[in-house]
């Protein structure tokens, strides 16, 4: 029996994916500080939903995604009908790929982009090329020194992950500008919003025919386990994407739960305030013990250590104390600790933890 796929590393092969597992046997005070996650969950919006949920579950849901469409249109300011739905953000970062890149095409992204960039690039039988940074930070003139008329799609995340950095709007339009006309710049807002002032990219993908962003419930509105993410793009990406689109691929309860989330304004200023708060301060720890951070514009901070033995220690350190990061490794930092910002304790013991393995 043949399937039609070709080789290539799946995501059953990048086993650090997760980051490790949240169990470490016999401990009650774990806490999992690896995948970027809202430590303070859903808000009650959701939560309030989710107990809601399942009055319908003999029902299909509905193939438009209209109630979710307009809540997110509403939200945040923009056009509800060029907003595709899907499993997370890696649902549309793949259906992109597969519409968009095939043998003979290369994707494009920085040396430290997200990981689903190169899966999903393979997956679709492109080729993956990577662009060089400057100081973990996308940098406009590789990704156009690397383009060409092979080049069909470039990502760029920003806040990218796992560095924390970004760029600013006048760079990514200076992209989008300088691309060759067949290439479509995908913007990664994964953690959008928690940058100040920024609104993911939804005014450059109004202003041109070339940009397409994508969003997610994941990060900021704690529904990672949900699987809920969207993109926004020109009307003839959408209508493309869609195409790729199964009628049911979001249930109703995942629909119902994301927009009750968005909702929840009283969740979402106390999960950006408690961030930021406990970002700068973790990274002031860190940084007055000699670990360096490049300023994070994100749920994160990457710790950069001596060299990857260092990081590794420090990694299995932070472990017997029932911390779990991500060392990054995976993403070509070996020397680097990726830490969630999780509560208020759970920063204390990370930075108690580091001070005393410094
Ligand atoms: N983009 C970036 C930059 C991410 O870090 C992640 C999650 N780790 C995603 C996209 C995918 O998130 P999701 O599929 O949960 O929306």
Redesign the pocket.
């Known amino acids: 029996m043949h399937a039609h796929i070709r080789p290539q590393p799946g995501i059953m092969d990048i086993a650090l994916y997760q980051g490790g597992t949240s169990k470490i046997a016999g401990r009650d005070d774990v806490v999992k500080l690896s ?2 996650e809202n430590p303070f969950g859903p808000g009650d919006l959701a939560r309030l939903a989710y107990a809601r949920a399942g009055h319908d579950l003999h029902r299909y849901p509905p193939t438009d995604h209209a109630g979710l469409r307009a809540a997110l249109g509403a939200h945040f300011g923009i056009d509800a009908s060029r907003i595709i739905c899907g499993a ?4 549309i ?1 793949s259906f992109l790929c597969q519409a968009y890149a095939g043998p003979g095409d290369e994707v494009l992204y920085s040396q430290h982009g ?1 990981l ?1 960039y190169r899966i999903s690039a393979l997956a679709a039988g492109a080729t993956p090329v990577v662009a060089p940074e400057r100081d973990r930070t996308a940098d406009v003139d590789a990704l156009l020194a690397a383009a060409n008329k092979r080049t069909k799609l470039v990502f760029i ?1 920003n806040p ?2 796992p560095t924390g950095t970004m760029i600013p709007l006048e760079e990514i339009t200076r992209l989008a500008e300088g691309l060759p006309k067949q290439a479509l710049l995908v913007l ?1 807002g ?2 959008a919003e928690y940058a100040e002032n920024y609104d993911g990219g939804a005014a450059l993908v109004d202003q041109r025919d070339n940009v397409v962003m ?1 969003r ?1 419930f ?1 990060k900021l509105f704690g529904l ?1 386990g949900l ?1 809920v ?1 969207w993109g926004y793009g020109p009307q003839h990406v959408i209508d493309v994407l869609n195409r790729l689109r199964g009628p049911f691929n979001l249930s109703n309860m995942q629909l119902d739960i994301a927009e009750a989330a968005l909702g929840d304004t009283a969740h979402i200023a106390r999960s950006l305030s408690e961030n930021a708060r406990l970002r700068d301060w973790l990274a002031e720890k860190l940084n007055a013990i000699g670990v360096v951070t490049d300023r994070s514009f994100a749920n994160f901070v990457l710790a950069r250590f001596r060299d990857a033995a260092q990081a590794e220690a420090c990694n299995a350190a932070l472990l017997s104390e029932g911390l779990i990061v991500r060392q990054v490794g995976s993403y070509g930092l070996p020397e680097g600790l990726r830490i969630t910002i999780g509560d208020e304790s759970a920063c204390r013991r990370v930075a108690h933890v580091i001070g005393a393995f410094m």
């Open positions: 995948s970027n997370g953000s890696d649902e970062i997200f689903m995340a990218n992950n990664d994964a953690y994508t997610t994941s990672g699987r993410g």
